[in-house]
């Protein structure tokens, strides 16, 4: 069993703003406040960084470590079936769908949130409905999320929160 | 022996999108039931509306159970079979299954079973699942005592004897 560094201080810190912001936003924060606001600008700010670093960060943080694939995403979930306990170093191939996933969803709900303040959607219900179903959307998302992480946490015996915060995952086959 | 489309080894992605467009159904229904019983309880006019609304979240969750078991079996089943195989690998497939069946093997056992019965050994099966070797002996011998067989060879001849045997006529 070895320990080995995955998550690198920037992975680990958007992972952990994005659970702040988005939460704050979805949950606590006014609608209609310019607070809301210039969170949403937060957020988009920081998924266009992710971006970025997925292009040019470190080896796990990198989108070419997890590639969206149905094939990969299959095995996995034949591992799960046949009760195979195949360890994954960096993102898993589910995992790497539900990261995909956020980062699109992300984004369209800052970019639907910015038409609402613009003069030419200002006060169209479209815009706001389309919003709402996003975030909706994102929610179930963040929960499934949540939920996976657990299960796999337990599947494999790797602490997966912890390696968000310390950025190794421990228990690791050699 | 004949296999309907769905039991082919194909990828199930159909069967995928189904559970996950009912997930969301059932999320949806779950909140509106909820929702309707915070607003007006169990007042008359509403009850009959909420009673139907409830039945059918729930059985949709069974539905949904369900499948899941089936999508899971479909994947453990592709794991084993080649991406063409043939009627008659399907059928001598089939029978092995029958007897990991009537074994009761867990999941991980049939995985191991199934590897056992292909000819690889501990050292690959371990690394096959990712697995420590002596996990993989453990759930060896559990195989070997559920299937009342002592080793490798009794548990395949086991097998074979079914494939082979003259079915007795029927009086």
């Not at chain 1, 990969?72 to 960096?90: K, L, N, S, Y």
């Not at chain 2, 994947?75 to 009537?102: G, N, P, Q, W, Y």
């Not at chain 2, 990712?130 to 009342?148: C, D, F, M, P, Q």
């Amino acid at each position: 069993m070895k320990r080995i560094r995955v998550w690198d201080l920037f992975v680990r810190v958007f992972h952990w703003s994005l659970v702040i912001l988005f939460g704050a936003n979805a949950l606590i924060i006014d609608e209609d406040s310019a607070v809301h606001e210039w969170i949403g600008y937060a957020v988009v700010a920081l998924i266009v960084a992710r971006i970025i670093w997925g292009l040019v960060g470190t080896r796990y943080a990198r989108f070419s470590s997890f590639p969206p694939s149905r094939s990969a995403a299959m095995e996995q979930m034949t591992d799960i079936a046949a009760g195979r306990t195949r360890a994954h170093v960096g993102h898993t191939p589910l995992g790497a769908w539900m990261i995909y996933n956020l980062l699109v969803t992300m984004l369209l709900i800052g970019l639907s949130g910015y038409l609402m303040t613009t003069d030419m959607f200002w006060g169209m219900e479209w815009t706001e409905e389309l919003h709402e179903i996003l975030v909706s959307w994102a929610e179930l998302s963040v929960v499934a999320h949540i939920a996976a992480v657990i299960f796999e946490s337990r599947r494999l015996h790797v602490n997966l929160p912890r390696a968000m915060v310390t950025g190794y995952k421990e228990n690791m086959p050699e | 022996m004949t296999h309907p489309a769905s039991l082919s080894n194909k990828t199930p992605l159909g069967l995928m999108a189904l559970i996950l467009i009912q997930v969301i159904c059932a999320i949806f229904f779950a909140t509106d039931v909820i929702s309707d019983f915070a607003e007006s309880g169990m007042a008359l006019s509403g009850r009959y509306h909420l009673i139907i609304e409830s039945g059918a979240t729930v059985s949709l969750c069974a539905a949904i159970l369900l499948e899941t078991r089936y999508f899971l079996y479909l994947l453990r089943r592709k794991a084993h079979l080649e991406k063409s195989a043939s009627v008659a690998t399907m059928a001598v497939f089939d029978i092995i299954e029958s007897h990991f069946d009537a074994w009761q093997l867990t999941p991980s056992e049939r995985d191991i079973a199934m590897f056992l019965v292909k000819g690889l050994g501990i050292a690959e099966i371990a690394k096959m699942r990712g697995s420590a070797e002596g996990t993989v002996k453990s759930h060896l011998n559990a195989i070997y005592r559920k299937s009342g067989t002592a080793n490798r060879g009794e548990l395949l001849s086991s097998i074979i004897d079914t494939l082979i045997e003259e079915r007795p006529a029927s009086p």
